[in-house]
C-alpha cells in the first residue's frame, strides 16, 4: 500500500499536457474540480470521465498510475460511502434493521460520491505527474503575486507548498524503507487488533520523524549555502507564457462544464 502513494510525483514526458503553462494546468485543474462538483447526476460525472481519461490519454500517463492514487484512498471511500449509505434517507426503503435503514437514495448517493472522489483525486493527481516542482513554484508564485501589493510572502508560500508537494514521494519511499526494516528485525505489523497494531506503528513513525526533521535541516542549510534570500531580485531562467495550446485547452475544458450545467438542467437545452 505504501508504494502505491503516487501524489506528488513526477513523471517527465513531452506530451502536450507535459507542454502545457502551468498556470493554465492549475487553472483546468480548479476548473475540472468546480466540473465534478456542479454535477448532480450520474450522467456529469461521465463527462467528467470522459474528460480525465481524455486528458490522461493526451499526456501518455499509464493508466495504472491513475489506478495507483486511487488505493491509498479506498478506506476514505469506504467510510464516506457507509456514512451517506446509512444516514441518507429517501426513496424506498431496501433494508431495515433496529435504527439503522438502507434507502435507494442512500445507495445512490453512497455511489455517486464514491465515484466522485475517485475522479477526484486522479485528476488533481495529474497536475503533479506532468508538472515538475521547480516549475510548480513558478507557477503558483506568479498566481499568488498581485498580492505581493499588501505584503503578502507569496514566494515563500509558494516554495512551501512545492517543498511539502514534493517530500511526499521521499516520506513515502522512507517509510517503506524503515517497515522492511522493522518485519527483518521480526515486527509483526499486519496481524493483531486495531489496537495492536496501532501500537506497532510506533516504532515505524519515531525513525521516521527524525529523519524528516534530518532532510528538512540539510535542506535549509543547502539554500543558506547556495545565498537563498527569498524572492526579492531572483530571475528565472524560463518565463512563463500561455501559448494558443493553452487558451484551447481552456476552451475545451469550459466546453466540458457547459455540458455538465446543461445536463443539470441549469442551461435551457
Known sequence: MIKDITIGQYFPGKSLVHRLDPRIKILLTVLYIVMLFSASGFLGLGLGMIYLIIAFLISKIPIKMMLKSIKPIIPIIIFT???N??????????FSWWKLQITSEGLRTMVFM????IFL?????????TTSPITLTDAIERILSPLKAIKFPAHEIAMMMTIALRFIPT???????IMSAQKARGADLETGSVLQRAKALIPILIPLFVSAFRRAEDLALAMECRCYHGGDGRTRMRQLKA???????????VIFMAGIFVLNGLLPI
Do not use: N, P
Not at 449509505?85 to 431496501?94: K, N, Q
Open 81 to 83: 460511502g457507509i456514512l
Open 85 to 94: 449509505l446509512f444516514f441518507v434517507e429517501g426513496g424506498t426503503v431496501l
Open 114 to 117: 464514491a465515484v466522485r472522489i
Open 121 to 129: 483525486i486522479c485528476g488533481t493527481s495529474l497536475l503533479t505527474y
Open 171 to 177: 516520506l513515502v519511499e522512507e517509510t517503506d524503507k
Open 243 to 253: 501559448g494558443v495550446i493553452d487558451w484551447v485547452a481552456v476552451a475545451v475544458t
